[in-house]
């Protein structure tokens, strides 16, 4: 297992970084509790959350997957051996569910208190090691959105954002503060604010990250590297494309896309060659697929962590097992050539 700084917190996250947000509605509490003691068998010291989790975002399913960590922290009594991150919500007047007021989330004092008091219960847990803004407050075009739009509209400064965030340092209630879904001006406005005004430097950005998605390398890796702000890369198999299962129109029961048809990010143009491209390239290689795109998102320099995300204890040992997997300079010049012929398909 590797160990590797998480910004300039000093504290040190094990490259592996279980993602857990279909625990509460692919699958079950017990699924849970097993995922984590089987990743923490294996070393892994880095859990990842969210307030929304599970998904998709349902009112019915909202904060379950904070629920069934909190229980088995309450059961197991090792809340010391995780570094736990989750995440509040941006802005997004639809989402009425996760606040009392029913307004929808946007990231004030007071939309941010309740969401770390109502995290913190659900985690049966006094403090959370890295809290993240889930996405920006100001309009963006993210998920799969490739253009910027400039849009002018009401949002929470970025200096106010921080400083609430600096408040609950204070009371302890949070240690650390990490981005998501952000973009290199985004990056550069938090660590000035932290800077200029002695808030809370942010540790990391959560951003998708995998082959056919690799937009961080353009202006973000830069920050990552110049400024310790490192990648905590979601997403590494691209909703499972890159482990082959929906080739050729394959719909597998129980899989994301058959059960909520969500995955229209790898659906664009020129997504279906260039996934096809690198399932090819595990074939020559005798390779497992999942593990070439796993393993590539952990020999970037960039990043601090990857993300993985099973519904089986047979797909989380694959993905733990990719950490393993052997990278040559050949294996390095092939994939390089393959993102040259259709670079980022799939922003």
């Not at 909520?260 to 697929?289: H, M, T």
């Not at 797909?315 to 012929?341: G, N, R, T, V």
Request: net charge negative; proline share 5%.
């Amino acid at each position: 297992m590797d160990y590797r700084k998480l910004g300039q917190t000093g504290i040190e996250v094990t490259n592996i970084c279980l993602g857990t947000m279909t625990w509460g509605q692919q699958n079950t509490e017990e699924e849970g509790h097993a995922q984590m003691d089987y990743a923490l068998d294996r070393g892994i010291n880095f859990f990842d959350t969210a307030e929304m989790y599970a998904v998709p975002p349902r009112p019915e399913t909202q904060g379950s997957t904070e629920t069934i960590i909190g229980t088995w922290f309450a059961e197991r009594k090792n809340r010391d051996k995780i570094i736990l991150a989750t995440k509040v919500s941006g802005r997004n007047p639809q989402l009425a569910w996760p606040r009392d007021s029913g307004d929808g989330t946007k990231l004030d004092k007071a939309n941010i208190h309740e969401a770390v008091e109502k995290s913190l219960k659900r985690l049966q847990t006094d403090y959370i090691d890295l809290y993240q803004l889930h996405w920006p407050d100001r309009p963006m075009n993210l998920f799969g959105g490739l253009n910027y739009k400039h849009i002018e509209a009401e949002t929470v400064p970025i200096e106010e954002t921080l400083d609430v965030l600096n408040g609950l340092v204070k009371e302890g209630k949070i240690r650390f503060v990490g981005l998501s879904n952000e973009t290199p001006w985004g990056v550069s406005k938090f660590l000035a604010a932290a800077d200029n005004k002695a808030l809370p430097r942010v540790a990391s950005i959560q951003n998708v990250y995998n082959l056919v998605s690799r937009a961080f390398e353009v202006g973000l890796s830069e920050f990552a590297l110049r400024d310790q702000v490192g990648l905590l890369a979601y997403s590494p198999l691209a909703q499972g494309y890159l482990t082959g299962k929906y080739r050729n129109g394959k719909l597998p029961e129980g899989a994301r896309k058959t059960l909520f048809n969500r995955l229209q990010r790898y659906e664009g143009p020129g997504a279906e060659r260039a996934i096809n491209s690198y399932l090819d390239l595990a074939e020559r290689k005798r390779l497992d697929p999942a593990q070439l795109a796993i393993k590539f998102c952990d020999t970037r320099p960039f990043v601090t962590s990857t993300i993985i995300g099973a519904t089986s204890m047979e797909q989380l040992k694959i993905d733990i097992d990719a950490f393993d997997l052997p990278w040559s300079d050949e294996l390095e010049d092939e994939i390089h050539a393959l993102h040259l012929e259709q670079p980022t398909p799939c922003p």
